[in-house]
C-alpha cells in the first residue's frame, strides 16, 4: 500500500458521512441495551452462516474445516459473550480519588464513543480479524466500516453480506476492494482506526492517521522466538510447537518464526518434533489437516526464502517441496545471519532450528532483533524463564504453550513498537475503542482562597500550600 492524493470515491465518502451524521445521537441514545442487542444480533448471524463460513474460508484458501471453527468462529463468538457480559461494569464511570490539591472535589473516569471508526483486516484470518475488533467496536459504541482483505474475497464478500443482514449501514459497513479502497478509506477522518497487518504496511496508515490526528491501534507482527530449555518437558513442547506453527499453514503473526534448542535436548527434541508433524500432516503439504498459502505470490515468495537458505549452506531436515500454493511442513537447520529467511518473517510452514549452549547469547540476539509480537519458553526452571522475561521485550509472552494467549479475554493482546501499538480482546479491546473523558466535579473547594490578587495573606496561603503539597 502507497499513499495517494487521489479523490474519494462517492460511495465510501457517503458510507463515512453516513456514519458521521449520527455520531452526536449514538452517543446520546446507544446504551447498555442497545449494544449488548447488536452484539447478540452479530452472534445469531454467525451462528446461522457457519457451514457459509467455513465454505468461504475453503474456497479462499483451504482452511480446514476444524481450524475454521477453532480459529475463525470461536473466538468471535467467545468475544462476543464475554463483551456482553461485562459490559454493564466497562460502561460504568469509574471514581478517581482527590488529591489534597483537588479536595472538595469529585472526579471520574467516563468512557465514552470514539466516533467512527476504521478496520481493515487481514487475509490470514479473514474472517476473526475482521469482526473481533468490531466487537470491541460496538460495544464501546462506535460505528464502523471494516475493510476486509481483497485476497481472501469469498470470505470478504461473506462478511458484506452478513453485516448488511445484521446492522443499518449508519452502524457498520463493509468496503470491499484493494489497495486503492484502503488509500481512500485512509484519506477520511476517522475517529480511530484499527488495523492489522504488516510493520510496513503499520506505517503508512499511522502516517496517514497522522493527517488528521486519528487515534490508532496497530496490530503488526515480526520474528517470534521459541526457546526449548535443557529441562524443557521435550514431548509436551513438540506438541505445542507443531500446534503453533502450521495451524494456518504458518501464516499467523503469532506462530513460533523460529527455535532456539538446547544443544544437550537437541537431538531429542528434533526426533519428537519430525514424529509429531508426521501424524499431524502426513508426509508432504497434500494433508487434509494443512491449509494452502493464501496465493502463489505468497507460496512464491516462500519457496525463494528456502532456495536462498539452501543456496547460502542450510539443511533441509523435513518437508522442503511445494507444489503450487501447498507448501509442506518444513525443518530447516544450519542457519546463519546472511541467510534472508534469519531476517524476514516467515508467515509459513518453514521451521529453523538453531542449537544453543549460552543462554545469554539467545537473548543477546533476541534483543537485536524489532520486538517481537510473542516469545515462547518451554522450560520448568523458574529461574530461566523469569530471566529470559526480564532480560527480553515482546508483545505477549507464552510458557510451555503457543498461542492461545490470544484468546484470553483478561490479557491485552498487542504489540510493542516495531510488533504494534495499543491492544485488543475483552476489556482492552472496549478502551482501544473509547474515550476515557475527565469529569472533575467541584463541591467545596479551597481553591478559590488563593486566586488573585495575590494579597500578603494569599501568598502566606501559597506558601503553606507548597509546604504540604510540594
Not at 88 to 117: H, I, N, Q
Not at 296 to 301: D, L, S
Not at 398 to 426: K, W, Y
Amino acid at each position: 500500500m502507497t499513499e495517494t492524493n487521489s479523490p474519494i470515491p462517492p460511495d465510501i465518502s457517503a458510507a463515512f458521512e453516513r456514519q458521521a451524521a449520527r455520531v452526536v445521537d449514538r452517543r446520546r441514545n446507544y446504551g447498555l441495551a442497545e449494544r449488548r442487542a447488536d452484539l447478540a444480533r452479530l452472534s445469531e448471524v454467525i451462528t446461522a452462516n457457519e457451514a457459509a463460513i467455513v465454505a468461504a474460508l475453503a474456497e479462499d484458501f483451504d482452511k480446514p474445516e476444524t481450524e475454521v471453527i477453532l480459529t475463525e468462529i470461536i473466538p468471535v463468538q467467545q468475544d462476543i459473550k464475554h463483551a456482553r457480559r461485562h459490559l454493564g461494569r466497562w460502561m460504568r464511570p469509574a471514581r478517581a480519588a482527590p488529591s489534597l490539591a483537588t479536595f472538595g472535589t469529585s472526579a471520574r473516569v467516563r468512557p465514552e464513543a470514539r466516533g467512527v471508526c476504521l478496520i481493515i483486516a487481514p487475509w490470514n484470518y479473514p474472517f476473526s480479524l475482521a469482526l473481533g475488533p468490531l466487537v470491541s467496536c460496538l460495544a464501546a459504541g462506535n460505528a464502523a466500516i471494516v475493510k476486509p482483505s481483497e485476497m481472501t474475497p469469498a470470505t470478504s464478500a461473506l462478511i458484506a453480506r452478513l453485516i448488511a443482514e445484521a446492522f443499518p449501514p449508519d452502524l457498520v459497513t463493509v468496503c470491499e476492494g484493494a489497495v486503492e479502497v484502503s488509500q481512500a478509506l485512509l484519506a477520511l477522518p476517522f475517529d480511530h482506526i484499527f488495523f492489522t497487518g504488516s510493520p510496513a504496511v503499520g506505517k503508512i496508515v499511522m502516517a496517514a492517521a497522522a493527517k488528521t490526528l486519528a487515534s490508532v491501534t496497530l496490530e503488526l507482527g515480526g520474528k517470534s522466538p521459541t526457546i526449548i530449555g535443557p529441562d524443557a518437558d521435550l514431548k509436551r513442547a513438540a506438541d505445542w510447537v507443531v500446534f503453533g506453527k502450521f495451524a494456518n499453514a504458518g501464516q499467523t503473526c503469532i506462530a513460533p518464526d523460529h527455535l532456539y534448542v538446547h544443544a544437550s535436548v537437541k537431538e531429542e527434541f528434533t526426533d519428537l518434533l519430525r514424529a509429531r508433524i508426521g501424524k499431524a500432516f502426513g508426509d508432504g503439504g497434500a494433508s487434509p489437516a494443512l491449509a494452502s498459502i493464501v496465493n502463489a505470490k505468497h507460496a512464491e515468495r516462500l519457496g525463494k526464502l528456502l532456495a536462498d537458505a539452501r543456496e547460502k549452506g542450510a539443511e533441509v531436515t523435513l518437508g522442503g517441496s511445494r507444489d503450487g500454493v501447498r507448501v509442506a511442513p518444513t525443518l530447516l537447520e544450519a542457519i546463519t545471519p546472511e541467510m534472508e529467511i534469519d531476517r524476514e518473517e516467515i508467515f509459513g510452514p518453514i521451521l529453523p532450528i538453531m542449537t544453543y549452549e549460552d543462554l545469554t547469547q539467545v537473548i543477546a540476539q533476541i534483543n537485536a532483533r524489532p520486538k517481537p509480537l510473542s516469545l515462547y519458553i518451554f522450560d520448568k526452571d523458574r529461574s530461566r524463564i523469569d530471566r529470559i522475561i526480564a532480560e527480553t521485550s515482546s508483545g505477549s509472552v507464552g510458557v510451555n504453550l503457543t498461542m492461545i494467549q490470544f484468546i484470553h479475554h483478561g490479557l491485552p493482546f498487542g504489540g510493542v513498537n516495531n510488533s504494534g501499538i495499543g491492544n485488543a480482546h475483552g476489556r482492552y479491546g472496549f478502551r482501544a475503542f473509547s474515550h476515557e473523558r475527565a469529569v472533575l466535579s467541584n463541591y467545596f473547594s479551597a481553591l478559590p482562597l488563593i486566586f488573585p490578587p495575590y494579597t500578603r495573606r494569599v501568598k502566606r496561603l501559597i506558601g503553606l500550600a507548597k509546604r504540604v503539597l510540594g
